[in-house]
């Protein structure tokens, strides 16, 4: 049984970046203290949120994390982009960023790392590492992504909390090299300020149209545990339980797990679990 990314204890904050999901771009800054904050769940939610309905493919996200091989490097950065564009029929021929160079690498038949430096390029394992070279790629990605907002799409790309100089590499390779330009007023940039990057932004960090923290427990927030009690009754009646059930489940899960909103998240996708093995869908 597939479950939805829920709303749990985001009612504020799903009210500050409405307007964002539903297609107003812009820049919106996270912060948060530690993982108890359910930062990883957050992300599902609102990638869920932007691309919901009936858009045609045409509302894309990407996500940047520097600890996943895939998004590791300015170039896998720039290829995970590129990936998501192609889910709408936008190719990047990367080839136009080669400039005769590959053709030399591609001669030589060393193994292992390969490092060649021709006039003001070096290339490393078939890639123009210089910065003329890695512009190109970025200029590629841009023109695709223009190609991609010309045609109705907007995107949403999300940046998580990594090492400051990390995230700092992003800002001036990429998002100031061309693609806050290229995707204009279809462009949303979402990105996460954590214990990883001391939980201060880099100094070129955008600035940001909203910033808000993320709570990583509800302990001391009466208001925020009416919210949670209600968002968990909603959710529970919304798929056949009995309201005194949803009620008494409720209960259980901010008595046991208050102290962190990511417990309150498994603590709920737990016993929706449970229910649907043991019993099916529970009876009123």
Request: aromatic share 6%.
């Amino acid at each position: 049984m597939k479950h939805a990314h829920f709303r749990l204890d985001w009612l504020r904050e799903s009210g500050k970046l409405r307007l964002f999901l539903e297609g107003q771009p812009g820049v919106v800054r996270i912060e948060f203290q530690s993982e108890e904050a359910a930062v990883d769940k957050f992300n599902h939610f609102i990638k869920e949120q932007f691309q919901n309905g009936n858009r045609n493919g045409q509302w894309l996200s990407a996500r940047l994390d520097d600890d996943w091989s895939t998004t590791h490097t300015i170039d896998d950065q720039l290829h995970a982009i590129a990936r998501k564009l192609e889910e709408a029929g936008i190719v990047v021929d990367w080839s136009q960023a080669q400039s005769g160079v590959g053709d030399v690498a591609s001669r030589n038949q060393s193994s292992g790392n390969l490092d060649i430096n021709i006039s003001d390029s070096v290339i490393i394992n078939g890639m123009d590492a210089s910065p003329g070279g890695v512009q190109k790629r970025v200029n590629l990605v841009c023109e695709a992504m223009k190609q991609f907002v010309a045609n109705g799409g907007r995107f949403m790309l999300v940046v998580n909390d990594m090492e400051k100089q990390n995230q700092g590499k992003i800002w001036k390779a990429i998002w100031n090299a061309g693609l806050r330009d290229a995707g204009g007023n279809r462009l949303l940039l979402v990105y996460y300020v954590g214990p990883k990057c001391g939980e201060e932004p880099h100094d070129d960090a955008p600035a940001p149209n909203v910033a808000f923290t993320l709570p990583h427990n509800i302990e001391a927030d009466d208001a925020r545990q009416n919210e949670v009690y209600d968002d968990v009754v909603g959710i529970l009646t919304g798929r056949g339980y009995a309201p005194e059930k949803a009620a008494s489940a409720a209960e259980m899960l901010l008595d046991s797990n208050s102290d962190s909103v990511r417990r309150l998240h498994m603590g709920l996708s737990k016993h929706l679990m449970n229910r649907s093995i043991t019993k099916g869908v529970p009876s009123s």
